[in-house]
């Protein structure tokens, strides 16, 4: 089948999970093209016919921003969409509407939007966890991300919005250890070390001691996980985590190690090296593999 993908560019989440879905998709023999979503540019006339006319027979996503999703709109093919954010509707809920024009079978780690959709009788597949895009070769120590622990992700509105007051009372404040933050949105924030360069997610949890996972307001009111638990367990990092009410782990809770205060976390990170700490980590690792399989039968049923 010819299948076409549209990802993010990078530094933004889904780049390198849809390119990876593309090379795993090109391997079972399916003739596959990934492209950059349009992210609000207008396309040429010329553009648009091509991708119309080409004749794909699947079309694959995440939440697109609208100038793509028109482009969406007008292939005569199957759609799959991916849900793991509200994207550009903001209320997930939303999505409904769109059943039909934007997609037509949906993918998502929401438990409430898998029985919403289910009730609307849209075809729909649940996974519990995103599959880790990180390659064994990636998977490399590197001194320079050798430190006690880490952080990966954007800091826009971290530091100030009232619905991650949580975790700057336990993450994003003074430490008595060395922490080491990456991304976009951490300007003068003294921990931020810059933006990852995108090949060395592997190099960073692989290198560092422990890393922080955190589910932002909107992914945890629905449930969701985020893919950076994937993503830090295929590396056999011990995670540090806050064990959201609102989340069920899937039996992950096992292998994450959850803080309620910040003399915890220091408590812990002090002693992250102790040998049942990386034990842990490592039965995650085996747990995460398992979980990725199950994410790509999910896919490959709706397919």
């Known amino acids: 089948m010819k299948i076409l993908i549209f990802h993010q560019p990078w530094p933004m989440g889904n780049y390198k999970l849809n390119v990876q879905i593309g090379q795993y998709l090109s391997k079972l023999g399916h003739e596959v093209y990934t492209i950059e979503q349009l992210n609000g540019r207008n396309p040429t006339q010329e553009y648009v016919d091509q991708l119309v006319n080409f004749g794909f027979d699947i079309v694959y996503f995440e939440m697109l921003d609208y100038a793509t999703f028109h482009i969406v ?8 969409l991916l849900q793991a954010s509200g994207g550009v509707l903001q209320d997930y809920d939303a999505i409904t509407d769109y059943y039909g024009n934007w997609y037509d079978s949906i993918l ?5 939007m898998y029985k919403k959709f289910k009730k609307l009788n849209i075809p729909t597949e649940h996974f519990e966890f995103y599959f880790s895009p990180i390659t064994e070769e990636e998977k490399q120590f590197d001194p320079q991300y050798n430190t006690e622990c880490v952080f990966l992700g954007m800091g826009f509105n971290r530091l100030s919005d009232p619905q991650y ?6 993450f994003f404040r003074d430490h008595n250890f060395n922490l080491s933050i990456y991304g976009n949105g951490w300007d003068n924030f003294k921990y931020h070390k810059g ?9 960073l949890y692989s290198s560092a001691k422990s890393a922080i996972g955190i589910i932002a307001k909107g992914q945890r009111e629905h449930g969701m996980i985020n893919n950076r638990y994937s993503e830090i367990a295929s590396c056999g990092c011990p995670i540090i985590s806050y064990n959201y009410q609102t989340i069920d782990w899937f039996g992950a809770d096992k292998f994450i190690n959850f803080v309620a205060s910040h003399s915890e976390l220091e408590n812990l990170v002090k002693n992250i090296d102790r040998v049942e700490y990386k034990s842990k980590a490592l039965e995650f690792q085996e747990f995460m593999k398992k979980k990725s399989n199950e994410f790509f039968e999910k896919l490959i049923s709706l397919i």
Do not use: M
Not at 108 to 112: A, E, I, Q, V
Not at 165 to 170: A, F, H, I, P
């Open 73 to 80: 709109e007008k292939l005569n093919c199957k759609r799959i």
């Open 195 to 203: 933006v990852l360069p995108p090949n060395d997610i592997g190099k």
């Open 108 to 112: 998502t780690n929401s438990l409430k």
């Open 165 to 170: 007051e949580l975790e700057r009372k336990l």
